[in-house]
């Protein structure tokens, strides 16, 4: 019996389906998609990234990502939160990222509030929502949810902190992208088993 969640590539690995046949996707699925990421600038980029996304596909951000890291200055809140009305009009003009205000302003004000914690504590605050480590992987991305009480939380509580752009939806698929949940399928290569 086949899952039709899961996908051969031509290298023979299963990969789940969402990762299609473009190279990039599958590198994405196979190197960093469901891998533990720490750190405040690390965890802050993805914040940022998640945020333009929404509404989008993630394949156009991830596209668009080393533009971003550029646009950006590598996604440092120390150098973003100084960002002033005119860097807003400057990224409004870069057709190599997603050109829009309430994004844009959101990750400039998301640094400043980076910048009031003190060095780890975004890290530590994002990783406290990560639910018990799941033992077996889901069957099928049928079960993959949008939302879970462990985002809601999270969306809610930097959102008190002062974050924006931070909704439960997008705070999930954070949540999957740097590891703090494990939405490998069963047959996918990189899905966790029992041991």
């Given at each position: 019996?086949?899952n039709a969640?899961?996908?051969?590539a031509t290298?023979?690995r299963?990969r789940?389906?969402?990762?299609?046949t473009d190279a990039?996707?599958?590198?994405y699925h196979?190197e960093e998609?469901?891998?533990?990421l720490h750190?405040?600038?690390?965890?802050?980029?993805?914040?940022?990234?998640e945020?333009?996304?929404?509404?989008?596909?993630?394949?156009?951000i991830?596209?668009?990502?080393?533009?971003?890291?550029?646009?950006?200055?590598g996604?440092?809140?120390?150098v973003?939160?100084h960002f002033?009305d005119?860097?807003?009009?400057r990224?409004?003009q870069?057709?190599?990222?997603?050109r829009?205000?309430?994004?844009?302003?959101?990750?400039?004000?998301?640094?400043?509030?980076?910048?009031?914690?003190a060095?780890?504590?975004?890290d530590?605050?994002?990783?406290?929502?990560?639910?018990?480590?799941?033992?077996?992987?889901?069957?099928?991305?049928?079960?993959?949810?949008?939302?879970?009480?462990?985002?809601?939380a999270?969306?809610?509580?930097?959102r008190?902190?002062?974050?924006?752009?931070?909704?439960?939806t997008?705070?999930?698929?954070?949540?999957?992208?740097?590891g703090?949940v494990?939405?490998?399928v069963v047959?996918?290569?990189?899905?966790r088993?029992a041991?």
């Open positions: 019996m086949t969640s899961v996908i051969t290298d023979g299963g789940c389906a969402w990762a299609g990039e996707y599958q590198r196979d998609w469901g891998t533990a750190g405040d600038r690390a965890l802050y980029e993805k914040m940022s990234l945020g333009f996304q929404a509404g989008l596909s993630w394949i156009t991830l596209r668009k990502r080393p533009a971003f890291r550029e646009a950006f200055a996604f440092d809140p120390e973003v939160a002033s005119a860097d807003v009009e990224l409004m870069n057709a190599g990222i997603v829009n205000r309430l994004k844009i302003q959101a990750a400039i004000s998301n640094a400043r509030v980076v910048l009031e914690m060095p780890g504590e975004l530590e605050l994002m990783w406290s929502f990560a639910p018990a480590v799941r033992t077996h992987p889901l069957a099928t991305l049928a079960e993959v949810p949008a939302v879970t009480p462990e985002s809601e999270m969306s809610k509580t930097l008190k902190c002062g974050f924006r752009f931070v909704g439960a997008t705070m999930y698929a954070l949540m999957q992208s740097s703090m494990d939405d490998h047959g996918c290569w990189r899905a088993t041991h």
